[in-house]
């Protein structure tokens, strides 16, 4: 039996290893686009304030991979699902190359969500989505540093990723202008009293944060950067973070004629339209329409889809309970978490 798994994140890499402890003999390939190793991506948003943030960041090396009798394809953009023949379409630097699969496990994972108006503006502007991302933001920071300067900040998106990222900067002892478009903070995960107890803390922090804020686009005016406000302009910053969200890869299974909606369309055994295709993560739409891009349920999904497909359990997978918390310095949420 091969199974093919795409994406090194938490869901690909967590089934891939539970799969080999399950299946022994099952021959297993993760392909990945990733080249440095399969990392706890929720500590991206913490990567200002540690020095050894490269080095803690870190779970599994690809070589600790392929030691545990997982081949590993680093490096590798997958282009095409051929569904009819059971094989994915691969590229690697210059070389095309093909793999047959008997299951596929689809775990792309997600991408930053860009707003169509800032796009124009693209090299303006970072994201926090992969450690290439916060290498990227960590050399800025360090070449502003050696000029003597404290690096200023806007960080567009008052959200998880937004938040997390304003703390850990103002933390670092950077200056940091949070912009929100709506009138409260993370009001996806917080009832309101918890939103304006977050508020408190981030301002605390010496953050600046504009409620009400949307913001229309960015502009390089000299030396500095410049965001531009319905109501207005903001300027003298030295880099722009846009945390708006996410935005599940759908793509690869949209080519491959596979039902998308808000993510890839699965069962309740985690299984697409292809009874051969199986999805997995922030990717993958459940039937309750949900997505779980939480750590804990993705990891309870790829352990329970291993343990499916060895033939241990018959069983549909049922979400834990689990309890999302925002890494905010210094925030305690004192009611629970929406989802």
Excluded at 266 to 283: H, M, Q
């Amino acid at each position: 039996m091969h199974v093919v798994v795409i994406g090194s994140g938490v869901a690909g890499t967590t089934f891939a290893e539970e799969f080999r402890k399950a299946r022994p003999d099952a021959q297993i390939t993760l392909v990945t686009r990733e080249r440095h190793g399969h990392y706890a991506r929720p500590m991206l948003s913490h990567g200002f304030s540690r020095e050894d943030v490269e080095t803690k960041i870190m779970l599994r090396t690809f070589d600790e991979l392929q030691a545990a009798g997982i081949a590993v394809q680093a490096g590798t953009e997958v282009e095409a699902v051929e569904r009819s023949a059971k094989t994915v379409r691969c590229r690697a630097g210059g070389s095309a190359f093909t793999l047959g699969y008997d299951t596929l496990v689809l775990a792309p994972g997600s991408e930053a969500f860009i707003p169509p108006p800032f796009q124009a503006a693209r090299d303006l502007f970072q994201v926090v989505n992969s450690l290439d991302d916060l290498l990227a933001l960590r050399r800025l920071r360090a070449e502003l540093m050696d000029q003597g300067r404290v690096p200023r900040w806007a960080v567009v998106g008052g959200g998880l990723i937004g938040c997390e990222a304003a703390s850990d900067l103002a933390k670092a002892g950077d200056r940091v202008v949070l912009f929100h478009a709506l009138p409260r903070l993370m009001e996806r995960q917080l009832v309101e009293e918890d939103s304006a107890t977050l508020l408190q803390v981030l301002e605390a922090q010496g953050i600046q944060v504009r409620l009400s804020a949307a913001v229309t686009g960015f502009e390089k005016t000299g030396p500095s950067l410049t965001v531009h406000l319905v109501s207005g302009s903001e300027t003298g910053f030295d880099g722009i973070i846009v945390a708006c969200g996410f935005k599940p890869r759908t793509e690869l299974a949209e080519k491959a004629g596979l039902p998308v909606n808000r993510g890839i369309r699965v069962d309740a055994f985690l299984r697409t339209e292809d009874p051969a295709i199986y999805a997995l993560g922030d990717a993958a739409e459940c039937p309750d329409g949900r997505l779980y891009a939480y750590i804990m349920p993705i990891r309870h999904q790829a352990a329970w889809l291993a343990q499916f497909l060895a033939g241990a359990t018959t069983d549909p997978w049922q979400p834990p309970a689990f309890k999302p918390r925002a890494k905010v310095h210094g925030f305690l949420a004192a009611h629970p978490y929406l989802f």
